[in-house]
């Protein structure tokens, strides 16, 4: 079977491979197209496109980004229902005298595209109507003589079974780690002696609290699928008249758990230098974070940076309010690095480093080099904008293949980061704590923050015995 590239080899600089698309059947078959380039069509004629025949396969970055969009009109298994459809029919694949010769090129176009389906969605075949189809598709395959066709089949469904068991388990994880989630001023108030440690005592030095953080971000930037970006903002297709089957398919669980963990890194941050009784050791962790922040930019981990540095962290209120801690800290790196963040211009800066840490890695010689990790809000932020700036539909009922080729390019670029393996060596004591340690929630940061350094005005003095009311019933 034809090995499928890497992502990076999928789109140009100008966003898609030009020049493949058209085919001399196409050019009149409910396709539009403008210098050789496919910018719209009808959703029928987008799918026969998206199947083989025995003189045709699909560009891969077409079938990439039908896959990716076409849940904008329709759920995946109606999309393979009718796949399979076509492939049978218009292959005589159940013909018992249809010509064997015919069967024989088409079938491993036929088992390509599986392939590269359930290799790139393989979260769409948790739906059982899913996986139905897909085995009567390739079973009908292998049911010729070919040995080969059976063999690369029972080896793509493998490989499925595989991937959908590895997120299973994954997602199992994270339900334990989340049920066991507490506050942590709970946590001190029931067992005072359980927390006697803090960040530092478990990782004394900040490059390799930096590599454990990039472990983190690459095994749950792993198990995102690409599928979610687009679920994230599904409406309502206005030529649709099922009006139920949008709740269901909005299946972005990994994403938000990986959101989940960018907000727990920022209270963990916060939390960690709130703690201390003493001015300088709230100084001293101040200047770790900045020291494990500064190596995040370095390693290319920009969601880990943003989570310590800018969007919360260190700029949490109950952080930045603690003026007298500050006035301890050298903060020169500090400045750098939210000069390096800032989010004027729309990100100027950070998206200028992110390119840099994008070429790095096109010409990487070792893993380290590889590492792009985004600053994951501000992706979907740029994905939700561009899906808003857009209509899915021409006013013609055509659908928009140009906005999509835009979003795909997107997405593939995740893609491929997210494939990365993390090169350094894994640390499960400061993992644990990192996922683990109990947090502050928002109103117990300000309680800390107040302890340590006393209310400035009556605003913050009515806050202050307002929760030392709440959280620790005193007045």
């Known amino acids: 079977m034809p090995q499928t590239p890497p992502f990076s080899a999928m789109f140009d600089s100008s966003g898609y491979n030009r020049n493949l698309y058209q085919s001399a059947e196409d050019s009149c078959g409910g396709l539009n197209y403008h210098d050789n380039n496919l910018l719209s069509g009808s959703l029928e004629a987008l799918i026969q496109h998206l199947v083989p025949n025995v003189d045709y396969y699909p560009d891969r970055t077409y079938i990439f980004t039908f896959l990716l969009s076409s849940r904008l009109f329709m759920h995946p ?70 040995q080969t066709y059976r063999k690369n089949v029972q080896q793509m469904i493998q490989c499925l079974i595989r991937k959908l068991a590895a997120l299973s388990q994954y997602e199992e994880v994270l339900a334990k780690i989340s049920s066991t989630s507490t506050d942590r001023l709970t946590v001190i108030r029931t067992k005072p002696q359980s927390i006697q440690r803090d960040i530092i005592t478990v990782c004394s030095d900040p490059y390799t609290l930096a590599q454990q953080l990039t472990h983190i971000e690459l095994e749950r930037l792993n198990y995102i699928g690409p599928e979610e970006f687009v679920q994230a903002f599904v409406q309502k297709d206005p030529l649709d008249n099922d009006k139920s089957c949008y709740s269901e398919r909005k299946k972005t669980r990994n994403l938000e758990a990986y959101v989940e963990w960018f907000n727990r890194l920022s209270y963990l941050v916060a939390t960690e230098i709130c703690m201390p009784v003493k001015k300088k050791h709230r100084a001293r962790m101040i200047e770790y974070f900045i020291d494990v922040a ?142 683990t340690v109990p947090v502050f929630s928002e109103d117990s940061l300000y309680l800390a923050s107040y302890e340590s350094e006393g209310p400035e005005n009556h605003i913050e003095k009515d806050r202050w015995k307002s929760l030392r009311s709440s959280l620790l019933g005193r007045v």
């Not at 015919?102 to 290799?119: C, M, N, V, Y």
């Not at 750098?336 to 480093?353: G, I, K």
């Not at 906005?403 to 894994?426: D, G, I, Y």
Request: contains cysteine; positive net charge.
């Open 294 to 435: 500064r190596e995040c930019f370095n390693i290319g981990n920009f969601n880990s940076l943003m989570a310590i540095i800018c969007e919360a962290g260190m700029n949490m209120s109950p952080v930045s309010r603690l003026k007298k801690t500050w006035a301890k800290v050298k903060t020169a790196k500090f400045d750098v690095l939210e000069h390096q963040m800032d989010p004027s211009s729309n990100f100027y800066n950070y998206r200028t480093a992110l390119r840099g840490a994008a070429q790095r890695s096109l010409t990487a010689h070792s893993s380290r080099e590889k590492i792009v990790i985004p600053f994951f809000s501000l992706l979907i932020k740029d994905i939700y904008f561009l899906n808003e700036g857009c209509a899915n539909r021409l006013p013609n009922g055509h659908v928009n293949f140009e906005k999509f080729w835009e979003l795909a390019k997107q997405v593939s670029e995740f893609m491929t980061w997210k494939q990365v393996e993390c090169p350094f060596e894994r640390d499960r004591k400061i993992l644990q704590y990192l996922l």
């Open 77 to 146: 298994y109606e999309l393979m229902a009718k796949v399979c459809h076509l492939c049978v029919e218009h292959q005589r694949l159940n013909d018992p005298n249809s010509d064997k010769n015919q069967i024989r090129k088409i079938a491993p176009k036929i088992l390509q595209l599986l392939t590269e389906w359930t290799e790139t969605f393989p979260y769409d075949f948790r739906d059982e109507r899913m996986m139905r189809n897909l085995k009567d598709l390739a079973h009908r395959i292998a049911s010729g003589e070919e």
